[in-house]
């Protein structure tokens, strides 16, 4: 373990022998993964209580293998499905999902809306650097209109999808949106998540300066973070925003904060009046 | 709260539930019931012909036994649900049929790669594509060896008839659970949508086995190891505070993730190899008709083993000397058997549904100096005995 990390408060929390990270310099992830560990630090939650899922791509590597958890890395586009069947197994521990927008909203864009709809109790922290970064800066889904990437040379003339609006609106008890600028706000989104019982998102905008800065005008990534701040727009101005106004910006804040029924507490809710039922509670 | 299906209680209320004796009923009926007397407690599944009478039957039953039935959004996060649970504890299944499984394919090879126990039904219908929905085939034979992406070894269980598929889905479960693998189980159309007889058993009379667990700590640290000799490692659970990391990408026998050295990602899919090909006595399995003094043998699997047997009886009356050999663990192949077998005979006969999948294992394994014949039917309607029999006149 380079030393570096020896003065890192967080460390506890990192399998050692698995640093260094994996990620660029400059990268977002560290943010990310750093926000998580002191959300889980400050809510004083044992990591023995925590199984952690990721897909694939560089944002799937924020925490897996390095958080020091029950981790378990998953093929592409299914961590939250794979998180379904952990959470029925365990739902006493919290089951967190740390993957990046192609992984959760392209590729397994529907496990991430039917998770939302039966409102599972998973946490997801979706990491949007608005492109494919591991395999070398393809254009996703989040990408901005406009935006030059590997495989939009040109131009991208594709709309983003917007994620949190849409998980919002498919049932999730949580919703929430920041960017590695907004740290603090960050840390305090992930504490929330992980206690509202049924489904939370967390969708973090964060900076990949090598695949998608360095393309479009922002090859350093403090640039990319003065951009993040100049174009968030905080949820309640935008509600009164018109929608031509809000292109390219990025509304931060919460979304949803509810109560809504949790499907596996439904799910055990069931088995019991079902045994019941067929009277087989004292066998 | 993990199940495993052999707790006392667990015992009580399937003795309650379920009575010993004769029952009429599908096949897909009888896979289920199977699945939950092995300690299937968790399914995840999605809806299609013509497995869907499993996911039914799982969905009334399985909450009665405590037990947990998730309809996912689609066969990818079906297979992706249970290995998740399957890392939890739980003894988990799935049921589809062709286009389903191609898309569990993927997922197939992680439980591979990550040594997940679970079982996959693909109940065989007329392909390829959408094909003949409603038609039972076996045309995914290959499909069940071969389906996922690299080297792998798979093991799949094919049963005979409903009966059959009752003791078979156990074994299939025992085999998953013993060996920390993937099973798939290669049921079909015709065989799922057949009422037949089917004898219930007392639970008793079912033995049924749970995966290995770590014994201490040491054996916890290494998921992928290999620290009894016998390829398997024990399992450290999610939940039990071991911070166990599963990849599927190449990792060491910690868990973690190397992908950079050749040695152990050789290592790595050796050891998956040995484990299934050291442990053949817990899965090898065949059944053998007449074969003592055959000059012709047979060799079917699945429901053309059924008019396959009604020709062979047929034509041993007529004097014919034809035996039959119906391999019931379809992967890995019983080769050594076949090659023993195939030396006494001078033809032999592989009728199948398909236009020739089994027969090339066959091949593999029988010298060139036997006539080996395929007889093929696709189309949806299953070989009868007459045609079996005409081939069986037609060689001797």
Known sequence: MPEIYSKYPMIKYLRKEALPTALCPGCGGGTVLNAFANAVDQLKIDPRDLVVVSGIGCSAWIASPYFLADTLHTTHGRAIAFATGVKVGLPDKKVVVISGDGDLASIGGNHLLHAARRNIDITVILVNNFIYGMTGGQV???????????????????????????????GASYVARWTTAHVYQLI?????????????????????????????????????????????????????????????????????????????????????????HFGLKEV | ????????????????????????????????????????RFYAGYPITPSSEIAETMARELPKLGGYYLQMEDEIGSIAAMIGASWTGFKVMTATAGPGFSLMQENLGYAVMTETPLVLVDVQRSGPSTGQATKGAQGDFFQARWGTHGDHPIVAVSPTSGQDAFWEIIRAFNIAERLRTPVVFLFDGILAHTRELVKIPDVDEVKITYRKLPQNEEEAKLPFGDPHG??????????????????????????????????????????????????RHVYEKYEEHFTDDAEILVVSWGVTARPALGAVLKARREGIKVGLFVPKTVHPFPGERMRELGKRVRAVLVPEMNLGQMILEVQRFVNDDVLLKGVNKIGGVPLTVEEILREIRGVA
């Open chain 2, 230 to 279: 016998d390829g398997v490692p024990p399992m450290p659970l999610f939940g039990h505070g071991y911070f166990t990391h599963v990849t599927g990408s190449t990792h060491k026998e910690n868990g973690l993730r190397d992908v950079y050295t050749p040695e152990v990602h050789d290592r790595l899919v050796r050891r998956i190899h040995r484990k299934i090909e050291q442990n």
């Open chain 1, 188 to 276: 305090e989104s992930i504490k929330k998540a992980l206690q509202v019982k049924g489904f939370s998102l967390v969708e973090v905008i964060s900076q990949c300066p090598v695949q998608f800065g360095r393309r479009n005008k922002m090859k350093e990534p403090a640039e990319m973070l003065r951009w993040f701040l100049k174009n968030s727009v905080p949820i309640s101005k935008a509600k009164k925003m018109p929608p031509e106004e809000l292109e390219g910006k990025f509304v931060i804040g919460e979304f949803v904060n509810r109560q809504r029924p949790e499907f596996v507490s439904e799910l055990n809710k069931l088995i019991d009046e079902v045994q019941e």
């Open chain 2, 1 to 40: 709260m993990i199940i495993r299906g052999d707790e006392p209680e667990q015992i009580k209320l399937l003795r309650k539930l379920y009575k010993p004796g004769n029952y009429f009923m599908q096949g897909n009926e009888a896979v289920a019931y199977g699945a939950l007397f092995a300690g299937c």
């Open chain 1, 140 to 170: 996703a889904p989040t990408t901005p209109f406009g935006a030059i990437t590997t495989t939009t040379p040109y131009r991208n003339i594709e709309h983003p999808l917007q994620i949190s609006e849409t998980i919002a609106a498919a």
